[in-house]
């Protein structure tokens, strides 16, 4: 019978997490952790990356995610310290929320460096890595995209282009080192309690907007995201890749807010 349980079970795996100092990668790092990886913490933000990798006891290096020069020395420094690296996730991310006929050509490129091309660096530098180490399969690469890869709203065609390439480049990515044991996959949060969206609590009609376009009524918490990073990375999830996985609390299952027509009982639905 197979041991299910020890599927979810990390210990004895070397995991990297980029993006560790908050949010989505910091809930990461604390569930690969958890379930018993040796993490690796990076991150830009040193004085946040310090505090996390702190209290996980872990391994911290400073990478800039849109640096091809980082992500490649990041590569490298691991490589010399870890025979094996069994996992590598990156989250950083960032939006500038603006109409693409007023979008400067200085925003633009900068949210392309830091989400699109950040995740194209992360992908290419670390299934090199993984490569070139060799042995048994079973190694795993999440990168984040965001429903906004599917749907948006006005302001964001930039931000969502750079989600939406993700999920292509994670499917590329898986299509080419899937022979070499590596699946490669992402995750699509909706809306998620982190300190970038707290500024919104203090608008609260803006706030629950946002929750009731979500089936459950509510925003994630980051360790909800953080979980399904981790089952993505474990064995429970070996036959997963080239898939992005929607962690959204049914926002793109449905179209608009829910309208509480599922509290009525089975009979009083009008058929």
Not at 131 to 155: K, N
Not at 176 to 197: C, D, H, K, Q
């Amino acid at each position: 019978m197979v041991d299910y349980k020890r599927l979810f079970d990390l210990a004895g795996k070397t995991a990297l997490v980029l993006g560790a100092a908050s949010g989505i990668g910091k809930a990461s790092a604390e569930a690969l952790a958890g379930l018993g990886a040796r993490v690796i913490c990076a991150d830009l933000d040193e004085e946040r990356l310090r505090e996390t990798a702190a209290a996980l006891g872990a391994e911290s290096h400073r990478c800039d995610a849109g640096s091809a020069a980082d992500v490649a020395a990041l590569a490298q420094t691991i490589a010399s310290r870890h025979p094996r690296l069994d996992a590598a996730v990156t989250t950083p991310g960032i939006n500038i929320r603006r109409a693409l006929v007023d979008y400067p050509d200085d925003d633009f490129d900068r949210v392309i460096a830091t989400n699109l091309k950040g995740a194209f660096l992360f992908l290419r530098a670390f299934s090199r890595l993984m490569i070139a180490q060799g042995g048994e399969g079973g190694r795993s690469i999440v990168a984040c995209s965001s429903i906004r890869a599917v749907t948006l709203e006005p302001g964001l065609a930039v931000y969502a282009s750079t989600k939406a390439g993700i999920v292509q480049l994670v499917s590329g990515a898986a299509s080419e080192v899937g022979a070499y044991g590596i699946r490669v996959n992402a995750i699509a949060p909706s809306i998620v309690e982190t300190a970038l969206t707290a500024p919104l609590k203090e608008k609260p009609e803006i706030y629950e907007t946002y929750a009731r376009h979500t089936v459950l009524g509510r925003w994630s918490r980051p360790s909800e995201i953080g979980a399904a990073v981790a089952f993505l990375v474990s064995d429970a999830a070996s036959y997963v890749t080239g898939s992005t996985l929607f962690v959204d609390g049914g926002w793109t299952a449905i179209d608009g807010p829910p309208t509480g027509l599922t509290q009525t009982r089975p009979s009083e639905v009008p058929g």
